[in-house]
Nanobody
Framework: QVQLVESGGGLVQAGGSLRLSCAASGRTFSQYAMGWFRQAPGKEREFVAVISWNTGRTVYADSVKGRFTISRDNAKNTVYLQMNSLKPEDTAVYYC?????????????????WGQGTQVTVSS
């Protein structure tokens, strides 16, 4: 069926940048919204960003607005999360998520497919 594979996580100093990638397969990629979530130790999984398939409209969590950018390349079946000006509080496991429809959401219940997660660690 649908498989999502994240890559690009790692260790970076505060103020640095990382770009996460999520390769999707198993369905028509362009017909479904794609999102990013993250989960830090001891915290609930939280919404980060989503991009719709039809308009490319994006929505961001307030905590990352202005620093993170979500984008997608339908030809490569890949969604990206460009993370700039990283802070220690951004440290978490980041998950790529496939929406149930073309319309994205901001809760885990809005997504049917999940990647394995990639660790992002931001040092002081």
């Amino acid at each position: 069926q649908v498989q999502l594979v994240e890559s690009g996580g790692g260790l970076v100093q505060a103020g640095g940048s990382l770009r996460l990638s999520c390769a999707a397969s198993g369905r028509t990629f362009s017909q479904y919204a794609m999102g990013w979530f993250r989960q830090a130790p001891g915290k609930e999984r939280e919404f980060v960003a989503v991009i719709s398939w039809n308009t490319g409209r994006t929505v961001y969590a307030d905590s990352v607005k202005g620093r993170f950018t979500i984008s997608r390349d339908n030809a490569k079946n890949t969604v990206y999360l460009q993370m700039n000006s990283l802070k220690p509080e951004d440290t978490a496991v980041y998950y790529c998520a496939g929406g149930r429809t073309a319309v994205g959401g901001t809760t885990s219940r809005d997504y049917a497919y999940w990647g394995q997660g990639t660790q992002v660690t931001v040092s002081s």
